[in-house]
């Protein structure tokens, strides 16, 4: 099973909005609304952003938010803050009964 | 509260093997599966199995068939993850985490992460 694929970096200012992709395929991502955002910041356990492709654990912020259009899966950060500033991890359950994570993305917040 | 407590740092030589633990309190051991996944100096988390600490049934990833093996206690509420045949490659974080309340495929709480190191 391959990873997903993730943009290795991405920026942006505090106040703006950024989009991570998640792309699979119909094996996983494609095939299932099973695809979960985790965010790590150094040295720190990952934690769940959203699961389910859309959903918001509670205490996590409305500024996050979850899509998917065919293989690919979104996290959107909008009104970028310090604090946002870490790894972003994508998840999927696969058609093997398994599961597979991205390859991560660095934010930046300049 | 819930809680995922892992074992400590190891450090071992190629070809042996080692044994992780992962023990939870706060909930009802037996309703949630557990998953293994592990993340090398700087790289990104990869998924290495899970195990349905009721039942006792284990799915592997494809990797790791025939290497790691996931076994349970429910008598104290933990899980274990041996990884055998190790190599330099193996070094890495591993992480138990738990699936989220009503559902099955995501993770929202995970172990504090036992490091592993694999040296000569």
């Known amino acids: 099973q391959s990873a997903l694929t993730q943009p290795a970096s991405v920026s942006g200012s505090p106040g703006q909005s950024i989009t991570i992709s998640c792309t699979g395929t119909s094996s996983d991502v494609g095939g299932y609304n099973y695809v979960s955002w985790y965010q790590q910041h150094p040295g720190k356990v990952p934690k769940l952003m959203i699961y389910d492709v859309t959903n918001r654990p509670s205490g996590v912020s409305d500024h996050f938010s979850g899509s998917k259009s065919g293989n690919t899966a979104s996290l959107t950060i909008s009104g970028l803050q310090a604090e946002d500033e870490a790894d972003y991890y994508c998840s999927s359950y696969t058609n093997s009964g398994t599961w597979v994570f991205g390859g991560g993305t660095k934010l930046t917040v300049l | 509260q819930v809680q995922l407590v892992q074992s400590g740092a190891e450090m071992k030589k190629p070809g042996a093997s080692v044994k992780v633990s992962c023990k939870a309190s706060?909930?009802?051991?037996?309703?949630?599966?557990i998953h293994w996944v592990r993340q090398a100096p700087g790289q990104s988390l990869e998924w290495m199995g899970t195990i349905n600490p009721s039942g006792g049934g284990k799915t592997y990833a494809q990797k790791f068939q025939g290497r790691v093996t996931m076994t349970r206690d429910t008598s104290t509420s933990t899980v274990y993850m041996e990884v055998s045949s190790l190599r330099s490659e193996d070094t890495a974080v591993y992480y138990c985490a738990r699936v989220r309340d009503g559902d099955y495929y995501s993770f929202d709480y995970w172990g504090q992460g036992a490091m592993v190191t694999v040296s000569s």
């Open positions: 706060g909930y009802t051991f037996t309703s949630y599966y």
